[in-house]
């Protein structure tokens, strides 16, 4: 087994239900994921969801990894082994979806309190435990910017009951104000290329952007193939990931992505996936 995280980024993971990997893409790989993340093949396809105050904040999802830039990333060995390391070997890693995160200076808005599982639940996933998110940082990401909050130790509370918080689904705050009593609050400020590795029912939100400067990242959400949802359409979720080189990514260049299956806004999978 190739180790890609040591056993201490291991057990902060367990017991915090998140762990921070610093420079995990170098400042070259950064730059041309960002590049790519403001070509219009991203901006074309993203979705906008209002926030409780109303304020906008966009996203571009799709499924399937391909053979672009992002899909090299999400495929790349050291960030499957890394997930691996996260979730275990009792089945394959696979890609559920990948969305570039754009919160613009002065106008993106906030995400509300939620779990990742407090949606995926509704896709029928029944492990929670067999789901992670990643976070890269594209730019910088502070508490000016609106940088991710999560609430430290609350992955292990379990699923909370999600309703609708603007366009979005957020947890029941009866709940969340619980646990801000007893879960410490941290800000995780991130450099571009720094990894934000956190556990499906961990309650993050993150504020708008009040600043000038733009909150650009990367989320890609990965199931390990035993996790098989009764509700979802999309399949990528339980076929193994076909892994790629590290070095491919910068060895290949700026790559498009093309004839993505990119999520189109509907009322239906607005509620269910994100
Ligand atoms: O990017 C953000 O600010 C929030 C992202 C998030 O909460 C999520 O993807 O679950």
């Keep these: 087994m190739h180790y890609q995280l040591t056993q201490e980024e291991q057990q902060a993971y367990h017991r915090d239900g998140y762990v921070i990997k610093r420079n995990f893409f170098s400042n070259e790989e950064t730059n041309l994921l960002y590049q790519l993340s403001i070509d219009d093949t991203v901006i074309g396809n993203s979705m906008d969801f209002n926030d409780q105050s109303g304020n906008r904040t966009?996203?571009?999802?799709?499924?399937?990894?391909?053979?672009?830039?992002?899909?090299?990333?999400?495929?790349?060995?050291?960030?499957?082994?890394?997930?691996?390391?996260?979730?275990?070997?009792?089945?394959?890693?696979?890609?559920?979806?990948?969305?570039?995160?754009?919160?613009?200076?002065?106008?993106?808005?906030?995400?509300?309190?939620?779990?990742?599982?407090?949606?995926?639940?509704?896709?029928?996933?029944?492990?929670?435990?067999?789901?992670?998110?990643?976070?890269?940082?594209?730019?910088?990401?502070?508490?000016?910017?609106?940088?991710?909050?999560?609430?430290?130790?609350?992955?292990?509370?379990?699923?909370?009951?999600?309703?609708?918080?603007?366009?979005?689904?957020?947890?029941?705050?009866?709940?969340v104000h619980a646990a801000e009593k007893v879960c410490e609050l941290m800000y995780v400020e991130l450099q571009p290329g720094d990894a934000l590795f956190f556990h499906s029912n961990i309650l993050h939100r993150s504020a708008a952007n009040t600043s000038e400067k733009s909150r650009w990242s990367i989320i890609s959400a990965y199931n390990l193939s035993y996790n098989i949802p009764f509700r979802e359409k999309n399949m990528s979720c339980i076929q193994p990931i076909e892994k790629v080189a590290d070095s491919k990514l910068l060895e290949s260049g700026v790559q498009k992505l093309v004839d993505a299956d990119f999520l189109i806004k509907e009322k239906e999978i607005t509620l269910h996936v994100k």
């Excluded at 089945?91 to 990742?116: I, L, N, R, T």
Aim: charged fraction near 25%.
């Design 58 to 175: 966009r996203l571009t999802l799709w499924f399937t990894p391909g053979d672009d830039s992002f899909g090299l990333m999400s495929r790349s060995e050291r960030m499957v082994h890394a997930v691996a390391d996260l979730l275990g070997t009792e089945g394959d890693v696979c890609h559920f979806h990948s969305k570039v995160m754009q919160k613009e200076p002065k106008v993106g808005g906030a995400w509300e309190w939620h779990q990742d599982y407090g949606y995926w639940y509704k896709n029928g996933f029944l492990y929670p435990e067999a789901m992670i998110s990643v976070m890269i940082a594209l730019t910088e990401a502070t508490k000016e910017n609106g940088c991710l909050q999560v609430l430290k130790g609350s992955h292990k509370m379990q699923r909370f009951e999600h309703g609708f918080a603007g366009e979005q689904q957020g947890a029941d705050m009866d709940f």
